[in-house]
């Protein structure tokens, strides 16, 4: 698996909510809708995971002609499972003094 | 088209043109995805965004002196000095002592070291502030020079590149290329070219080792003086003699702390740096040399950077857009 990102909080929220569809291509301004991050942040992190080779990303034609191509990301298989690893460490709650995993 | 849109068009088109050399594949995204916004406003937000995604990009690949030899220095003060005080050693002294020690000892030792450095080489401040910088070119500056050499390929793509030497090695290269000059002589003659970078980037190097001795022998002098003007109390009490004679001996402490816990350390760490950042140089030779066997231009930027250090080696991804930036040029 490659080289774990900076698991920052906007990190981890980028990776959850694209786990919640992780075959759907999106764009990056559905993403941002998704996420509630702005296009300052969530550039470099894209970046980043596409760097890591946790994230891919094409060109996809427009439903309605006339309008501009746009450039669509999903989770590739390693980001899907960095994904799920994260949102593991986020379910982890403390009781009675133990770790445990909240059950889905 | 109204002035929200107006204006985003102009943000992203600046935050497009502003995306460092390995960055420019996310350019035509973010142009095409601020096209897409219906809304203009919003298209205006996601464009400012689209800006300081550039500028954060440009920032991440600036290098900042690193801390750590201040770190290392404050430690080294602590650590002698913090020691000697809980032994019971007398700080007094040592702080009474030290502003006319450090004037002689320091100020003789920088006029000393100004004899010794040739007209137009580098200053001691100068080379102080090289060798906290550290190593010049970090992975950043090895992916654009990847970029560089492949959009040179292309006679109409300006070369437009901060390091004045590598320019020069780029422009030699290029230009021994359309000559035809053989793959010997042109990896002779750039191996040559880049020894006499390095040489000039070392004088930097050799004017801290001279104030570092200059700082050690001065030490020495400034203790010889203490002594000296010692001799003349001979007669006074012996805890007055004793309190003269150690103030004359921080002297000799100050000189040899400076000489060898801080500038010989610093000039170690420049040389270090000069010498890694001889991979910098030795990248573009590979590529020249590569093409000048005949190699096209992917494959020469290839084998460069198979033989970069793994710290400064390009990810798969940048791999990756390499090639198909060198695709697409070809």
């Known amino acids: 698996m490659p080289r774990r990102p900076n698991m920052s909080k906007q990190t981890r929220l980028l990776l959850e909510t694209m786990l919640e569809e992780p075959l759907t291509w999106r764009h990056g301004y559905e993403i941002s809708k998704g996420t509630g991050l702005k296009a300052g942040t969530l550039y470099p992190l894209l970046m980043r995971l596409a760097d890591l080779g946790y994230l891919a990303s094409k060109w996809k034609q427009p439903d309605q002609p006339g309008r501009p191509p746009r450039h669509v990301y999903r989770l590739t298989g390693n980001g899907i499972e960095l994904a799920r690893e994260v949102a593991q460490e986020n379910a982890k709650v403390p009781t009675g003094g133990k770790y445990a995993l909240v059950p889905s | 088209m109204n002035l929200a849109r107006h204006m985003a068009h102009g943000l992203v088109h600046h935050a497009a043109r502003g995306l460092p050399w390995a960055r420019t594949a996310w350019a035509e995204p973010m142009r095409q995805e601020v096209d897409s916004i219906e809304d203009d406003l919003a298209a205006l937000r ?29 430690a080294l003060l602590v650590f002698v ?14 702080v009474e002592a030290l502003p006319h020690e450090l004037t002689i000892i320091v100020l003789a030792a920088l006029a000393a070291t100004s004899i010794l450095t040739s007209v137009g080489g580098p200053g ?26 492949i959009n040179a390929s292309n006679a109409s793509a300006p070369v437009a590149f901060r390091d004045t030497a590598a320019v020069r090695l ?32 070392r004088r930097a190097v050799q004017v801290l080792r001279n104030f570092g001795r200059s700082l050690l022998w001065f030490g020495g002098v400034a203790f010889l003086l203490g002594a000296v003007h010692t001799l003349g109390f001979f007669t006074e009490p012996l805890e007055v003699i004793g309190g003269m004679f150690g103030a004359s001996a921080v002297g000799l402490v100050v000189g040899l702390m400076a000489a060898i816990g801080i500038v010989q350390p610093l000039a170690n760490r420049l040389d270090a740096a ?15 040399l590569s093409r000048s066997a005949g190699s096209d231009v992917a494959l020469a930027v290839h084998m460069a950077c198979n033989g970069l250090p793994e710290d400064l080696a390009l990810n798969q991804n940048e791999r990756d857009t390499l090639a198909s930036v060198s695709v697409t040029r070809a």
Do not use: K
Not at chain 2, 46 to 63: D, F, H, N
Not at chain 2, 274 to 280: C, K, L, S
């Open chain 2, 81 to 94: 000095f913090g020691g000697y005080w809980i032994i019971g050693g007398h700080i007094d002294v040592i």
């Open chain 2, 274 to 288: 000069i010498a890694d950042d001889g991979n910098f140089y030795e990248f573009i030779r590979t590529v020249f």
């Open chain 2, 170 to 201: 780029i422009d030699d290269g290029t230009a021994m290329l359309e000559q035809q000059i053989a793959p010997d002589q042109i990896g002779s003659l750039l191996h040559a070219r880049i020894a006499g970078i390095l040489a000039g980037h």
């Open chain 2, 124 to 149: 001691i401040w100068q080379a102080v502030t090289l060798a906290l910088r550290g190593r010049r070119f970090q992975n950043a500056d090895y992916r654009d020079l990847a970029f560089v050499l």
């Open chain 2, 46 to 74: 996601w464009a400012a965004g689209c800006l300081v995604a550039t500028y954060s990009e440009r920032i991440t690949t600036m290098r900042l002196a690193s801390l750590s030899p201040v770190i290392g220095l404050v």
